[in-house]
DNA sequence: AAAATAAAATGACAAAAATCACATACCTTC
DNA sequence: GAAGGTATGTGATTTTTGTCATTTTATTTT
């Protein structure tokens, strides 16, 4: 199982430059959770004990307001770390997270981790790189928000999706959207209806191919030009 | 002037917990520039040199459209830490900065900083405090841009201002707006009459008193009522 | 302090997006 | 593969927000 796990943090944008014994010791802290599709991992307002890395499926993130509304901050998927704002806070898990496709997710609990951190400067230097990765994402995702419509945001995050998940084909970028239309509204901050309404003017403008829930981007500049 | 440095950097919350000899190395690398109002210290593209932090003034941190819209991300005061994201990246700033209150700005050149944070575990710990509690802030705000409407987002952001740099007096809380309405606008994500119209509504229903760019929070949870 | 200038508030209208209503497509599961 | 249920697409309407025009209020200059 160590040797395996080593496999996987290697994979995480940010551990992959560590030397093997940091790696080792990473790897000895973990635990691992088999979990299906459905299960809710924590719910914000927990208290934040752990930080997760998946090794594979596909995790969201998401808040909710008081009266029933969703809004999905990201699809996690193989290598991405995530609760990270917990460590060295003490604070209760700012959103809630439900596996989408069956995962295998790494648990490491924040004290263990703290502890490493504080002893090893070449890990706590990856993880500020993890923090720096998602500080950057995020604040382009509120400059994507506050001055783009939804058009542009429709656009901005099938690109993402297609980015982070699509496959080359001779078609173009095939995307198999693992979410509904409410989800994908979700993400996107705005209304499922909204969503259809772009995305079939982004079908018939040529710039997509759509069935159900498989996507074929044909024309990335096409869809770029609805980017603010 | 070191010891002067050292009484600033324990200003900085993330920096208050390191032991005197960190923030000794710390203000060893650290250069202090005065710049006054309308100074613009690096613009969105330039290559990230360095990370900066505020003893005094005020700076704005935003970005701007191709078309000219502008979007501002925060307006940082005493103690914060800025342009951090550049850290062990190698990235262009990803926004601006313009000094809107004559200013006393700590230079650390990204290199210095980095070479100290691989070799101090302690100094990486406090860094990883800092994006943290950023990364926890923009989180907070994609939120609010994604779930809020126009009224609820210019409640927040006056709160979150009056919250910075309010003084509790016997009529409320009293906030100093520094900036335009037309920038308030571009702090929320929208547009300046709609914030006239927000701050009307709140003045008219007795939530805050206006004169001109004084404000005073009068009740705040009538002000509160607004957001989801 | 008055005049000039700029910023902000307000009303009227236009545009964008949300909501509602319903038709259609698509999964299940029997 | 038919029946039922759920998800999606689309038109009509309402609501929200943005834009433009104008008045009012601040701020600066003289």
Redesign the interface.
């Known amino acids: 199982m160590q040797g395996k796990t080593i496999e996987i943090l290697k994979k995480i944008p940010g551990f992959q430059d560590l030397k093997s014994d940091d790696l080792e010791k990473i790897s000895k802290i973990s635990t691992y959770k088999n979990l299906s599709k459905g299960t809710t991992i924590f719910f914000e307002g927990d208290l934040g004990e752990a930080v997760y890395f998946l090794k594979s499926g596909k995790v969201k993130i998401y ?1 909710t ?3 029933g ?1 969703e ?1 999905i ?1 990201n699809i996690v998927g193989s290598g991405d770390v995530f609760a ?2 917990t ?3 003490n ?1 209760p898990y ?2 809630s997270t439900e596996v989408i496709e069956d995962a295998e997710v790494g648990v490491i609990k924040n004290r263990d981790l703290e502890k490493l ?6 890990i ?2 990856e ?3 993890v ?2 990765k ?3 994402e ?6 994507e ?3 783009g419509d939804t058009y542009a945001r429709t656009a901005q995050t099938i690109l993402k999706l297609s980015k982070e998940n699509g496959i080359k084909t001779s078609e173009g970028i095939e995307l198999k959207l693992d979410i509904s239309r409410q989800e994908l509204a979700n993400m996107i ?1 705005t209304a499922r209806e909204t969503v259809s309404r772009a995305l079939s003017q982004f079908k018939k403008e040529g710039s997509i191919d759509l069935k159900g829930k498989k996507m074929t981007i044909k024309n990335m500049e096409k869809l770029r030009d609805w980017l ?1």
């Open positions: 808040k307001t008081l009266d509304r809004h901050f990270e704002v460590l060295f806070n604070i700012p959103a951190i504080k002893e090893n400067a070449e706590a230097l993880i500020i790189k923090f720096s998602k500080l950057f995020s604040q382009q995702k509120v400059k928000l506050a001055l901050g603010d």
